[in-house]
């Protein structure tokens, strides 16, 4: 019994961008994967162990550890979404320090939510 394999010929630019689908996917995984670790770490610590840690995160990783707790957590921040969202349109730029300040501050509020918690359970 013989089977025969057709290959199907797919144009340039549908396969690049299966390709670029692919690629996101993969990078995303990483992303919640390396998140994960650092909020697990941060929800092993006593609270004032916990708020030290947030305290002492740099900008890049304040910022993408609150991005992933934010989307764990189902809230809808106006403000948590403005912090986001300026800092994907100028990765560059500092935070001012009220902003900095307010992140830190949200994050740590937001690791002691139930909600984290049990999402974080379940991932």
């Given amino acids: 019994m013989k089977h025969e394999t057709v290959t199907m010929d797919v144009p340039v630019a549908i396969a ?8 996101a996917h993969e990078a995303k995984e990483k992303f919640n994967i390396e998140r994960k670790a650092v ?12 708020e030290m840690a947030v305290y002492r995160l740099p900008q890049g990783e304040l ?3 609150l991005r992933f707790v934010y989307e764990l ?3 809808n921040s106006k403000f948590i979404k403005n912090i ?15 902003q900095r300040a307010s992140a830190k501050g949200m994050l ?3 690791l002691n939510e139930p909600s984290v918690l049990s ?3 379940e991932i």
């Fill in 63 to 65: 910022l993408d550890t």
């Fill in 84 to 98: 986001l969202n300026q800092a994907r349109e100028n990765p560059q730029k500092a935070l001012s320090d009220a």
């Fill in 119 to 121: 999402a974080m359970k």
């Fill in 16 to 23: 690049e961008r299966v390709q670029a689908l692919i690629d």
């Fill in 73 to 75: 957590s189902g809230t």
């Fill in 108 to 110: 740590f509020n937001l």
């Fill in 39 to 50: 909020v697990n770490d941060l929800l092993a610590m006593d609270a004032l162990s916990c």
